[in-house]
């Protein structure tokens, strides 16, 4: 049995599956290189090394869409975004089961076994590149950059790319996923993929102005003090958010603590 | 005054319109231009009371010359005053757009001068957004009752939603609490724009304007004059079905004004009830109930123990328990613990096999709520039945908001206090 590594991206990931069929490997776990790193394999298992080939992950992208649709292979990247560990043989064995020919009516059924949890775990990747749409925390740099630092759970920054460059098509701004270390920079025709080495001098070129002033004091005097409920507020922001949103940064009335009758309120429909 | 001290008092004095939504228009940006509309809206952040902010939410002005008992704003109120001017307001909006703090701007406004001063400068703002900044985000404008047809027109142009809050339920009542007001000028500017919007839409083109493309939505405020829920959910059916309202808010009544027509200023907001009030809304928009059947006049009020689903499937035991494999999707969506999401996927599921109840755990279905209302192939024949007696307790016991916590009983001091109690009958 082998432990197989590949450069921890999608295509890489589909192609340790099309190598795994070309040599009929016997696989035991599939190790993306960004959880390999200082961790020993299992010792039981051999190593194994697959390099990403454009080619073969093409082809099995073809045969996806052929035998269960395009809007599968858009579920399983998605799923695959979510970075658990474990995903990839989740995937693998909905694969398995689907080029296995034995049961026709398998593909497309989200109820099985194999797919229920990976239509799950996509929702969730989905949900929350949506909710971070609205997360995204711009500041203005010396030269006119708009430029957002995030830290989402799942891998979701090029989901997010095409409602930013219809919304600010004439600005130049860049979002950076600094738990990834890689970001996205758009120049106000097209979008790159940058890398920012030191992160610390371009926040420091970033301070808080006196719009970002006018935010916060504007997001405490929005809420009704009669109505205070951390519970909620929790629920619908959590708490890992917070670290980059200007209006929950101490000082301000956002951190006042409830008193006693707020934690029992339900919530507000909106 | 700066413009930071005006925002202080104008979205102080507009955060009891609970309106946040910016959802239902799909605008493209313009060409050269900042900002589109996304169709499903977009929540920017929570505030400390757990509502979300998507729009800037503020009043042009809190100057009113109106005198609503219930309202922050009134007259005889001794609050700052301050009024925005359009160029301010407008700075404002885009400045917070471009870091993407906000979806947009909700402009509301009380009524300074005359409604059609009031409507002017409300939809300047709007206008000059629109045609010179080419502004693309959303915005929400109120549309101020007793405005002119041709201002209100304007402002359909130029705004994705706009609204009017019907406030008080009955009109009787509103009389009573806002005596420059009755349901009759409220409703004038709804239907003007209700109509305007279907003469829009009889229009196919694809170059057609965009009129009010989100719709209206419109607010009442519960608990300060004494309706049933009924009469409110009526109502909100009427706007639904009439005007063709996308939304209809409630908002539980903050005392916030001591005036001898009101609740007294001590009354705690009525938050259960307007919990159960949405739930409700939720069920006719997005359940297939009727408001009818959600309540009558046997029950003209909520159950505030058990949220509408669970007492209405309790009231009708002779629909209960389905079969998963068989039952309609529309039956499925009535099932406490099922939601649309659920229903969709074991309604596709169960095309491929037969589910069974690890399954339906793993889709989410809230089983701790589903499994007195529904067989699927593992349960017993004899269990088929609902006996609304017996289940009512288990889920209202499930639905407090906090379970009583468990205490170890004291051999000596707090036993004694019980047998006491119990000993001796309240005499």
């Given amino acids: 049995m082998l432990t197989i590594y590949y450069d921890s991206t999608f295509d890489g990931f589909l192609s340790v599956v099309f190598e795994i069929y070309r040599q009929r490997l016997d696989v035991g776990s599939i190790c993306p290189d960004r959880s390999a790193d200082g961790i020993p394999g299992d010792m039981f298992l051999q190593p194994f090394r697959v390099e990403t080939s454009e080619e073969s992950a093409r082809r099995l992208k073809r045969a996806i869409v052929n035998e269960a649709g395009e809007d599968i292979l858009m579920t399983l990247d998605a799923a695959y975004r979510s970075e658990e560990p474990g995903i990839e043989m989740k995937i693998f064995a909905y694969l398995k089961r ?77 979002i950076y996923d600094s738990k990834r270390k890689f970001g996205v920079y758009y120049d106000g025709h097209s979008a790159s993929e940058v890398f920012i080495p030191n992160l610390e001098a371009v926040t420091a070129e970033t301070p808080p102005d006196i719009i970002t002033q006018l935010w916060k004091e504007y997001y405490d005097a929005i809420a009704i003090k009669e109505r205070i409920n951390p519970r909620l507020l929790r629920r619908c922001l959590p708490v890992r958010y917070w670290k980059h949103l200007p209006e929950r940064q101490p000082g301000g009335l956002s951190n006042l603590q409830s008193g006693g009758l707020s934690n029992l309120q339900p919530g507000v429909a909106c | 005054m700066d413009v930071r001290e005006k925002l202080n008092i104008l979205a102080n004095a507009a955060k009891y319109d609970v309106s946040c939504s910016s959802s239902g228009s799909k605008r493209r940006a313009m060409s050269g231009g900042l900002g589109n509309a996304c169709s499903a809206g977009i929540c920017h952040t929570w505030a400390a009371d757990g509502r979300c902010v998507s729009l800037l939410k503020v009043l042009l002005s809190n100057a009113c010359k109106y005198d609503c008992a219930y309202c922050v704003n009134r007259r005889s109120n001794d609050v700052p005053r301050a009024t925005f001017t359009p160029k301010e307001l407008i700075d404002l909006t885009l400045e917070f757009y471009r870091r993407n703090y906000i979806e947009g701007l909700f402009l509301s406004s009380a009524v300074i001068g005359t409604p059609d001063y009031t409507m002017e400068l409300l939809v300047k703002v709007a206008k000059e957004l629109r045609t010179v900044h080419r502004f693309g985000g959303y915005i929400h404008l109120k549309s101020i009752p007793g405005a002119s047809p041709a201002l209100l027109y304007q402002a359909g142009l130029y705004a994705d939603r706009s609204s009017v809050n019907i406030e008080i339920p009955s009109d009787k009542a509103l009389q009573y609490l806002a005596p420059e007001k009755n349901h009759e000028s409220i409703l004038r500017p709804m239907n003007f724009l209700a109509e305007r919007k279907l003469e829009y839409k009889a229009d196919k083109s694809r170059f057609a304007p965009m009129f009010l493309p989100a719709g209206q939505s419109t607010q009442m405020i519960v608990g300060a004059s004494g309706e049933t829920d009924l009469q409110i959910l009526t109502l909100s059916n009427g706007f639904y079905q009439q005007q063709q309202m996308k939304r209809v808010y409630f908002s539980g009544y903050v005392p916030i004004n001591a005036d001898k027509r009101l609740p007294v200023i001590t009354t705690k907001p009525p938050l259960v009830r307007e919990h159960r009030l949405y739930q409700a809304d939720w069920l006719m928009r997005f359940y297939n109930f009727r408001y009818d059947e959600i309540l009558d006049e046997q029950h003209p009020n909520l159950d505030l123990d058990l949220d509408p689903k669970v007492a209405w499937a309790l009231r009708h035991p002779e629909m209960f328990p389905i079969d998963i494999q068989t039952a309609d999707y529309e039956m499925l969506l009535r099932v406490p613990g099922i939601g649309v999401k659920s229903a969709r996927l074991i309604a596709s599921g169960r095309r491929y096999g037969k589910i069974r109840l690890e399954t339906l755990k793993k889709m989410g279905v809230v089983l701790k709520r589903a499994k007195y209302f529904i067989y699927h192939p593992d349960t017993p024949a004899s269990l088929r039945n609902l006996y609304p007696e017996v289940i009512r307790p288990q889920l209202v016991r499930q639905q407090l908001i906090e379970l009583p916590k468990p205490q170890q009983l004291d051999l000596f001091r707090d036993c004694h206090h019980e047998t006491n109690q119990l000993l001796l009958p309240a005499s």
């Fill in chain 1, 98 to 174: 689907l080029f296995s020919g034995v049961d026709k009516k398998f593909a497309r059924n989200p109820t099985s076994a194999e797919m229920l949890p990976l239509f799950k775990i996509a929702g969730s990747v989905r949900r929350e590149a949506g909710n971070m749409l609205g997360m995204v925390r711009f500041a203005k740099t010396a030269d006119g950059t708009y430029f957002s630092e995030i830290e989402p759970k799942y891998d979701i920054l090029e989901f997010m790319i095409g409602h930013f460059r219809g919304r600010f098509a004439n600005e130049r701004w860049a």
